[in-house]
């Protein structure tokens, strides 16, 4: 198979939907397991814990709530610890150190009871009630994964964003647009199946990956980006850099011999009856323009 048939055929897994502030009809009828990875969110934890429970209660049937504590040396732990009694459903997993983003998703993952798995970061960058959003395909696909419409982020980790997808899709045909977005929702099913190897920042592209390669059906919506209000951002750090990049040196062999064959062609997702009409539809951003726009 050639690379521009390869890119095609994942491309055509993918539905890309703008957000819509319409009525989207969640009738409260999935069960997710919400997966939250934090390292040294003391700042951020408790409202994080208190608007993914609110957002649950409004539009799951039942759920759980699994924070991955990433090895924090402030008092992450001690705060979820005390919400337990609060919140019957929420459950704490604890890495003695810091082992990385890809290891606490992993632990998260592999923590997930309900038919459906959710993740999201502890920092509070995301509006938890467009869970609906992603809800409305759940349905009809294996995977809705988010992508930021506006990133509230630095211009040196937008820089770091733009290159870093296009190097992916580039490598990859990775068949999203935002492909470190931190809101996806997972049929668990379809990602338990998945053998995750990285541990650090490549873990969302070899999931996406392995994902669209097997014929999963994967949507992407549009949310809101939010700014960071406190704690310290750590994805540009140049140990998390250094590691993703080191992880993706290793993992290229096995990951560009992946092909479609392995699993059934990628099937497009239908549009969820829910679902309002004349919304648009987007293509990933294509040059530099694009991120002077969303700086």
Not at 247 to 276: K, T
Request: aromatic share 6%.
């Amino acid at each position: 198979m050639t690379s521009s048939s390869l890119s095609s055929s994942t491309d055509r897994a993918v539905i890309s939907i703008a957000r819509t502030r319409n009525d989207l009809g969640d009738k409260r009828r999935h069960a997710v397991s919400f997966i939250l990875p934090a390292w040294n969110e003391e700042e951020n934890i408790v409202q994080a814990i208190e608007s993914t429970a609110a957002a649950a209660q409004r539009h799951c049937t039942d759920y759980e709530i699994v924070v991955v504590d990433d090895g924090s040396t402030d008092n992450t732990a001690k705060l979820v610890l005390a919400l337990q009694s609060v919140h019957p459903t929420l459950r704490l997993i604890q890495h003695q150190t810091n082992r990385g983003y890809g290891e606490a998703l992993h632990s998260g993952f592999s923590a997930g009871r309900l038919e459906h798995v959710f993740f999201t970061d502890a920092d509070n960058q995301f509006d938890m009630d467009e869970l609906a959003l992603l809800l409305a395909w759940a349905d009809h696909s294996d995977v809705v994964a988010g992508y930021r419409e506006v990133r509230q982020d630095s211009r040196i980790r937008l820089l770091n964003a733009w290159l870093w997808n296009r190097l992916v899709r580039v490598l990859f045909y990775v068949p999203v647009r935002d492909i470190d977005c931190a809101f996806k929702l997972f049929r668990r099913s379809a990602i338990a199946v998945v053998d995750i190897e990285s541990r650090g920042a490549m873990i969302n592209t070899e999931i996406m990956v392995k994902l669209a390669r097997s014929g999963q059906r994967i949507v992407e919506v549009s949310v809101t980006h939010l700014p960071r209000q406190a704690g310290k951002p750590h994805g540009a750090s140049p140990r998390v850099i250094t590691r993703a990049f080191a992880e993706l040196v290793r993992m290229y062999p096995q990951l560009s011999r992946i092909s479609m064959s392995e699993g059934s062609p990628p099937a497009a997702a239908q549009d969820p009856p829910s679902l309002a009409d004349g919304n648009r539809w987007s293509r990933a951003p294509e040059d530099l323009a694009d991120l002077a726009g969303q700086a």
